[in-house]
């Protein structure tokens, strides 16, 4: 698969500071991703590769789709993409965004393999660190060149902090007991439960208790008799996500699972599960 050479439609430019863009293909499940960089900012989306022959047309409706999403004011992502002098793609790979892009595209292919959906990997690409050429996040560039607020990032970042750190004591409060419940849109911070790496890490949230039973990780920790996975504030669950908890859940020892608060959508997928 070869992307286009040249694409025939602007879709942004040196006039919108986001500069020319890198691409590469994934070859992830269960579609081929594009990956796209930002040569002047470092920020990376993706987009479904499939069918390539669309690539050009696709991309400035979804390069102001993620701009949106980023927190970019609608009138200033549209004109960044409307700009004129369309960049050139996979032109030069300067050695700082070529590693960025292997970084990004090696991400993307661990996490879309995983089974997290492209919403969900482009908001995983905007929360991306850089450490060089100097720490900083690609995602904030963006949002001080066209408008957007980019303390916010800033804010929700020790906001989450703040709540991780109240969740952590609400665990630890239940350590030793025989039923422990988990409320999982804080524990995970997402409303949307799709890859398997996402169960693995909210047993790893279990409360810490050395001197009792426990799963392998950074930190023992307490297995219940009985989990409660309270799925308040969930949009979705895919079965992905729910059979590896069921699996997971069981090998290390929890009798019981029950989920409470799942709206109708998900309480009937766990029920087909079970």
């Excluded at 200033?76 to 960025?100: I, K, M, S």
Aim: overall charge negative; proline content about 7%; charged content about 20%.
């Amino acid at each position: 698969m070869k992307l286009p050479a040249t694409p025939s439609l602007p879709i942004g430019g040196e006039a919108t500071g986001l500069g020319d863009w890198s691409l590469t293909i994934v070859h992830s499940r269960p579609a081929h991703l594009v990956i796209a960089i930002s040569e002047t900012t470092r920020w990376a989306f993706a987009l479904a590769a499939a069918p390539l022959a669309t690539l050009r047309e696709r991309f400035a409706p979804a390069l102001l789709q993620e701009l949106v999403a980023l927190g970019v004011p609608v009138d200033r992502a549209r004109a960044a993409v409307d700009a004129p002098g369309p960049p050139h793609w996979a032109a030069g790979h300067e050695r700082g965004v070529l590693t960025q892009l292997n970084a990004c595209a090696a991400d993307v292919l661990w996490a879309s393999n995983d089974g997290l959906s492209l919403p969900s990997i482009n908001r995983r690409l905007a929360g991306r660190l850089i450490l060089k050429p100097q720490t900083g996040r690609p995602a904030e560039e963006v949002l001080k060149l066209l408008g957007g607020d980019a303390s916010r990032l800033c804010e929700e970042s020790r906001a989450k902090g703040r709540m991780w750190k109240e969740t952590f004591e609400e665990m630890q409060a239940q350590t030793g007991a025989p039923l422990v419940r988990m409320q999982v849109a804080r524990l995970l911070d997402s409303v949307r439960l799709e890859a398997r790496h996402e169960a693995e890490v909210l047993l790893l949230r279990l409360p810490t208790m050395p001197d009792s039973s426990y799963v392998p990780g950074p930190s023992p920790r307490w297995v219940p008799h009985e989990l409660v996975i309270d799925l308040e504030g969930i949009d979705a669950v895919s079965s992905v996500f729910a059979q590896a908890l069921l699996d997971q859940a069981h090998a290390i020892g929890i009798a019981r699972l029950q989920f409470v608060n799942a709206n109708t959508e998900v309480a009937k997928l766990l029920e087909q599960l079970a």
